[in-house]
């Protein structure tokens, strides 16, 4: 036996926040990363092309693209190796929901699109190719 009023058939939620965002899981084209940047890294541009694909980067301001040139600076000069800056850059990424718990934060969720087939996706993703990537690492590590 339940205690309390039998709940409404049509209950409505109430305790939606106004200011939610829904965004599709369908990337956007982006931007190209600007040449005049001087980004010498891989995992510089690998950041570049992961934060101006995403679902976020399809509601950016112009203030917001400011922000992604500085901050994948940032992101060069810590695969030079200048790991201090691994908070900032944290920081910066977490503002534009990074994470799972970023997005809760920012009220941000993720729909997915369901027109979309799985098994075509699955075909048509590129393999990574991590051959400049590994190069990189390899670079590091031998400094």
């Known amino acids: 036996m339940t205690r309390g009023p039998k ?19 369908s990337t956007t084209e982006g931007r190209a990363l600007p040449p ?8 510089a541009r690998r ?32 695969y030079q190796g200048d790991v201090k800056l691994a908070g900032e850059i944290r920081q910066r990424v977490a503002k534009w929901g990074a994470t799972t ?6 009220r941000m969720s993720i729909e997915d699109d369901q027109g979309q087939e799985q098994a075509g996706e699955d075909a048509a993703a590129p393999e990574p190719t991590t051959t ?10 031998n400094e």
């Open 47 to 78: 950041f570049w092309k992961t934060w101006a694909t995403s679902p976020q980067a399809g509601k950016w301001a112009e203030t917001d693209w400011a922000e992604l040139e500085i901050t994948v600076k940032l992101v060069d000069a810590f």
């Open 132 to 141: 400049d990537l590994d190069d990189e690492l390899y670079r590091l590590l």
């Open 36 to 43: 005049g940047l001087g980004i010498k890294t891989a995992g």
């Open 7 to 25: 709940p409404k058939e049509n209950a409505v939620r109430r305790n939606k926040h106004p200011n939610a965002q829904a965004l599709s899981s």
């Open 101 to 106: 718990e970023d997005r809760a934060r920012l």
